[in-house]
């Protein structure tokens, strides 16, 4: 079974511009979470999707959004780049239920934005 | 900040010597989780311990979970070059819905010399 998998896994950026990156679950998976990994803030969580509707979003400004597809792929977008959003954005995937609290998170390996 | 913190932030020890590992959060839980992560790379699930859950054994791994103290402890027994990570524990809160939000500690550098 194919893991999850992120596209792009590089790019670089400038400010001001936006970015879209895209994340394919594991299949079967109905389930897409999204984090952002910095030096200096760590793991945080972004947002997640469970059968196209988000049910969860961190502390973020609206310039980051997401959306999930009924094949249950995900992207998100961030919209007018800024310095401090240069991270690796990881994805995760599970298999969730309507009513479920989390087990276990597949992650794929990342899009490591970099903005000059 | 949500964040749990973790102690120590970096470890080295040689191969065979035993890594320990502390977390501490600071809601109420559901469960709590640990992930290795490779330099750069994805994260990788370890073990998954419950709220009502005191200690949970996978292979070479320990987890501890002492909810009075909102604490938990991850033990390596043997370890070996190749455990050379990052590790995070992470818990999921009592929203009383459905979640897949994780709260990340801030993370142990574990070297382990050959």
């Known amino acids: 079974k194919a893991g999850v998998t992120q596209t792009p896994r590089y790019l670089i950026k400038t400010r001001g511009q936006q970015v879209t990156l895209s994340c394919s679950p594991i299949?079967?998976?109905?389930?897409v979470s999204w984090y952002q990994q910095t030096p200096g803030q760590g793991l945080q969580f972004l947002f997640e999707y469970f059968s196209e509707t988000q049910r969860n979003k961190g502390n973020f400004p609206g310039r980051f959004s997401g959306r999930q597809f009924s094949n249950s792929r995900s992207e998100m977008n961030v919209s007018t780049l800024e310095l401090g959003d240069s991270a690796l954005y990881l994805c995760?995937?599970?298999?969730?239920?309507?009513?479920?609290?989390?087990?276990?998170?597949?992650f794929g390996e990342g899009s490591r934005l970099t903005v000059l | 900040s949500q964040q749990g913190e973790e102690d120590p932030q970096a470890l080295s020890i040689q191969e065979g010597e035993n890594a320990t590992m502390n977390c501490s959060y600071k809601?109420?839980?559901?469960?709590l989780q640990w992930y290795r992560q490779n330099s750069g790379r994805g994260l990788v699930h370890l073990i998954l311990i419950r709220s009502n859950e005191r200690e949970k054994h996978s292979g070479r791994l320990r987890v501890t979970l002492d909810t009075s103290k909102k604490s938990s402890s991850l033990l390596i027994t043997a370890s070996r070059a190749a455990d050379t990570a990052s590790y995070f524990c992470?818990?999921?809160?009592?929203?009383?819905?459905?979640?897949?939000?994780?709260?990340f500690g801030t993370g142990t550098l574990l070297a382990v010399q050959p």
């Open positions: 995760a995937s599970s298999l969730g239920t309507s009513g479920s609290v989390t087990g276990e998170l597949f």
């Open positions: 809601t109420s839980i559901n469960n």
């Open positions: 992470a818990t999921v809160r009592n929203y009383g819905g459905a979640t897949n939000k994780l709260i």
């Open positions: 299949s079967g998976h109905r389930s």
